[in-house]
């Protein structure tokens, strides 16, 4: 069975660009989420969708938005980027609203 | 403000050994705890979870224990091996599926 698949896996951009990243989660999956990983640090949560709808937001800015479609894929969004953006951005998904959430291998992003 | 504490940051365990990674959380409405293993370059993987209503939980080599009224669990990692080399994440979340993660702790296991 294929896991959680994101694209692209890596990419460089410049400061004030902006990147859309993409998601498909596990099949029959409903809930996609966003997390940020900077280097050496854990994960930090930045959105979360169920049936299409957010479901919460971390305490990032506006900048940041994403979205969820019908086939329950993903994008997130980041506009002005700023060097402090560059990091790992991993999306995960879950059946349903439970704990059990499944990564993929994220998209490397960085910001010259 | 971090709601989940780790520690070590690090730990070096001779093969065959123990290795022990230890958390604290604040946020008593924390209703489901995983540990997660990441790989450089991959996402992290789920090791094994437990709700608060089990004191322990094993799979394997790997054992969760936890204290309500400590606020912490820890990971075991039994008969540590040098593939169980990785960064481990202690994480905890409240109903909504939003985990607040640890800081990590980087595993190196020597032959």
């Known amino acids: 069975d294929a896991g959680v698949t994101q694209s692209p896996t890596h990419l460089i951009k410049t400061r004030g660009q902006h990147v859309t990243l993409r998601c498909s989660p596990i099949?029959?999956?409903?809930?996609v989420s966003w997390y940020q990983q900077v280097l050496g640090q854990g994960p930090q949560f930045i959105f979360q969708?169920?049936?299409?709808?957010?479901?919460g937001r971390g305490n990032f800015p506006d900048r940041f938005s994403a979205r969820q479609f019908p086939n329950y894929s993903s994008e997130l969004n980041v506009n002005a980027l700023l060097l402090g953006d560059s990091a790992l951005y991993l999306c995960a998904s879950s059946p349903v609203l439970t704990g059990e959430l499944f990564f993929g291998e994220g998209s490397r992003l960085t910001v010259l | 403000q971090q709601q989940v504490k780790q520690s070590p940051q690090s730990l070096i365990v001779q093969k065959g050994g123990i290795s022990i990674i230890n958390c604290a959380y604040e946020?008593?409405?924390?209703?489901?705890f995983p540990w997660y293993q990441q790989f450089p370059g991959k996402g992290p993987a789920l090791l094994i979870a437990i709700r608060p209503d089990v004191s322990e939980k094993k799979e394997g080599r790997f054992t969760i224990s936890f204290n309500k009224s400590a606020k912490q669990f820890s990971l075991h990692i039994m008969d540590s091996q040098p593939g169980d080399s990785a960064t481990y994440f202690c994480?905890?979340?409240?109903?909504?599926?939003?985990?607040?993660f640890g800081a990590g702790t980087i595993l190196r296991v020597k032959s």
């Open positions: 099949s029959g999956h409903k809930s």
């Open positions: 969708y169920y049936e299409k709808e957010e479901r």
């Open positions: 994480a905890a979340m409240e109903y909504g599926n939003k985990l607040v």
């Open positions: 946020n008593t409405a924390f209703d489901y």
